[in-house]
């Protein structure tokens, strides 16, 4: 880690270095230490911290730190942070676009410069001072039934799974090409008129009658550019990480069972 690196961050940042740039358990525990520090939790008044199901999030370590600290730990079910993340929902897109503003800025100011990891915290600091607003956050638990607590800010069509993952009914031909419009016949050019000789028709050119059926090749093309999904393929292909799910990662069964291992 270069404390260059923090140059012009958000007031009271913290900075630490991974070497792959994914983020750990012992840098999230860090990050949960600087949390506990701003946060102030107690016996009396508990933080619930909600978070997704990242393994870096689930090591023993931490949820042991979190629990003393009266830190409670919830992760969210899996592929649900587009509906249940308040930063993802109300915060980064302004952002986002802070950030893009103020690097305009910059390189304006400083013509035939190269924007390096010196310069991102500075950026970073102008775009967070600029968006990082009360009523923001409030919105942004709002929106996702949070707080205050709202069960039914989201509607049955939130709950459709994806059209892919639907099975095909087993009767249905699976093979069968798509209902393709038939194109208009080409016109008949033996009978125009030559221009001249020099637009006679080939020996070995084919003439339109010799085309095959038109609708289909226009169906055998289509099946090659964009084939019917086989669901059951898909599902063939092993998992590369374990399925996660929703837990109360501390105090719950779940620390007692991660003890236990």
């Keep these: 880690m270069n404390e260059r690196l923090l140059i012009g961050a958000p007031k009271e940042s913290i900075g630490e270095a991974q070497s792959n740039g994914w983020m750990k358990s012992q840098l999230f525990l860090k990050w949960m230490q600087h949390f506990a520090l701003y946060a102030n939790p107690s016996v ?70 190269r924007i390096t990891e010196y310069e991102i915290a500075s950026l970073v600091g102008d ?80 003439t339109p009658t010799d085309r095959p059926n038109d609708t289909t090749v226009v169906k055998e093309t289509i099946q090659q550019l964009s084939p019917i999904p086989d669901v059951s393929k898909k599902r063939e292909v092993s998992r590369r990480r374990k399925s996660e799910r929703s837990e109360v990662l501390t105090p719950s069964p779940y620390e007692t069972s991660i003890r236990t291992k």
């Design 44 to 113: 009396q008044n508990p933080v619930l911290l909600i978070l997704d199901g990242h393994i870096s999030h689930k090591d023993l370590e931490l949820i042991t730190y979190a629990r003393n600290q009266n830190i409670y730990m919830l992760s969210t079910p899996p592929h649900t942070t587009h509906k249940l993340q308040p930063l993802y929902r109300v915060f980064m897109k302004p952002f986002k676009d802070a950030y893009y503003e103020a690097c305009g800025l910059w390189m304006r100011k400083n013509p035939a410069a």
């Design 127 to 206: 775009a967070f001072a600029r968006v990082s607003r009360a009523e923001i956050a409030v919105k942004g638990f709002q929106c996702t039934g949070i707080h205050p607590l709202n069960p039914n800010v989201f509607t049955e069509l939130d709950y459709l799974p994806s059209m892919t993952d639907i099975a095909m009914d087993s009767n249905v031909d699976q093979t069968e090409s798509p209902t393709v419009r038939p194109m208009l016949p080409f016109p008949d050019m033996t009978s125009a008129p030559k221009a001249s000789s020099h637009h006679e028709t080939s020996p070995n050119r084919p």
